[in-house]
């Protein structure tokens, strides 16, 4: 099966109370918590979501804008922010221009792996590299193609979770890949067991593999500071899960 391009990459963000019972605080947000500690602001929160990371760090007293392109996901965020000092801005991130430069940039949850072509990825970085005080930092992770048996799969159960309203929702994905343009194209099927409704999305996903990532990030003005294969900040080596980087202006 080709793997389709074009398609509405946002679509499994349609729903964001979902999306937070299904996505849990988890040992990535530690260490990306952990981080903006260790830096300090201002943070910008690229790709921020529903905010579950932004307002832990402007809980710890640290200042940071969260940008989103998903109007609904940026809407749950304000709405759960509690009052504190956060900006919340909806933005392209290959294209924002904000009236603020950030000591630390993150994104996080595998956000890069949306930016499809090189193209994309060079926007965003040259972007963000505009954002960032000189010898300010980018964090973000992506998963690690080397770690990807590349074989497509038929439709399995995913995982279950439980929404606000006490519904329980079974998540089934199907996975296509396509070796050659290290692309995956992943069906989401969400079904609601005590109504029979199923909600469908999908999602497409670049692989990077990290010497094509290092030489991008040089290209564009960024040096690779740290580079980790797991949360646990374990050396990155060639089947890591994870390619965990840190890069300075």
């Known amino acids: 099966m080709a793997i389709p391009t074009k398609i509405d990459n946002l679509t499994e963000y349609d729903n964001p109370a979902w999306y937070d ?55 749950r965020a304000r709405a759960l922010s509690n009052n504190l000092p956060i900006s919340w801005i909806q933005a392209d991130c290959r294209t924002m221009q904000l009236a603020q430069r950030f000591r630390l940039a993150l994104m996080t949850g595998h956000a890069f792996q949306h930016l499809i072509t090189n193209e994309e990825q060079e926007a965003l970085l040259t972007t963000l590299h505009q954002h960032l005080d000189e010898g300010g930092r980018f964090a973000f992770e992506i998963r690690n193609p080397m770690d990807c048996d590349w074989m497509d799969t038929d439709w399995e159960k995913w995982r279950t979770f439980t929404d606000e309203d006490g519904l329980t929702v079974e998540v089934w994905t199907k996975s296509t890949y396509d070796q050659h343009q290290l692309l995956e194209y992943i069906e989401f099927q969400r079904k609601v067991l005590e109504t029979g409704v199923v909600h469908e999305a999908e999602s497409l996903l670049r692989y990077t593999d990290v010497e094509q990532l290092n030489t991008r990030l ?3 003005g960024f040096t690779v500071v740290e580079q980790y294969g797991n949360w646990m900040r374990h050396p990155l080596i060639y089947d890591s899960p994870e390619i965990i980087t840190v890069c300075q202006r």
């Open 21 to 75: 019972a299904e996505n849990n605080w988890a040992p990535d947000d530690d260490y990306y918590l952990t981080l903006a500690k260790r830096i300090g602001g201002p943070v910008l929160d690229v790709a921020c979501g529903t905010g579950r990371l932004t307002r832990a760090i402007a809980g710890a007293g640290i200042a940071i804008t969260g940008i989103d392109l998903m109007a609904p996901m940026l809407a």
């Open 218 to 220: 040089n290209k564009c």
